[in-house]
């Protein structure tokens, strides 16, 4: 994908019709730490031509790997975007507040999705004869949308496909924010083909 990412597997973009829900992709960085050329031997002794080679070839026979998984977990309609009158900006306005809930279907399947993801990265580790350092799981959430979700409905959605707010004919709220829901890895795409569909029905409106 980048110069960051050494390599991306999409494998699990789709889900399997016959197996639990859990869709995530699956990103590995090779460590480079102690496979660097030396110019000096553990003992001290200075490498020069075919010594230096051999020492640098030597590092290089087996490394290190970061894997990562971002998995889908979807919101709950309880999750709220409000001001914080408690936190201000150096203006004394308030700062926004969210308060991020998962829905229960989401909850329910974590435990299954952390093992589904602890069993892959035990056959990339046997596939190498490697072996697992150690595992963490984060409880941050990247590539946020919503907010002002989209729907049909005023009383669960702040406004339609377009943008157009229910309550307000002439306020339009573009791209990520009206995302009822996000994906396990970046939307920008999606974002902008949103906000450039919104465009069109605000011109078309300007133009009457």
């Given at each position: ?21 859990v ?46 998984a ?82 049909n ?56």
């Open positions: 994908m980048n110069e960051q990412h050494g390599l991306i597997s999409r494998q699990f973009f789709r889900c399997k019709p016959d197996k639990p829900f869709r995530h992709d699956l990103r590995i960085w090779e460590s480079g730490f102690g496979r660097e050329p030396r110019l000096k031997a553990k003992d001290g002794r200075l490498l020069l031509g075919d010594d230096l080679l051999a020492e640098w070839r030597s590092g290089t026979e087996r490394g290190s790997a970061r894997v990562r971002y998995y889908d977990a979807h919101p709950d309609r309880e999750s709220s975007l409000t001001l914080d009158t408690a936190a201000r900006n150096r203006w004394g306005d308030p700062l926004p507040k969210i308060e991020h809930r998962l829905d229960p279907p989401a909850m329910s399947r974590r435990d299954a999705t952390h093992r589904h993801l602890a069993g892959i990265f035990e056959t990339l580790a046997r596939a190498n004869n490697g072996k697992i350092l150690n595992t963490s799981v984060g409880d941050y959430l990247d590539h946020p949308a919503g907010g002002c979700r989209m729907g409905d005023p009383s669960s959605s702040v406004c339609d496909s377009y943008g157009q707010t229910h309550d307000h004919e002439n306020l339009f709220v573009v791209g990520a924010p009206a995302l009822p829901t996000a994906g396990c890895t970046n939307g920008t795409l999606t974002f902008v083909a949103l906000t450039l569909r919104s465009a069109e029905r605000i011109a078309s409106r300007l133009r009457r």
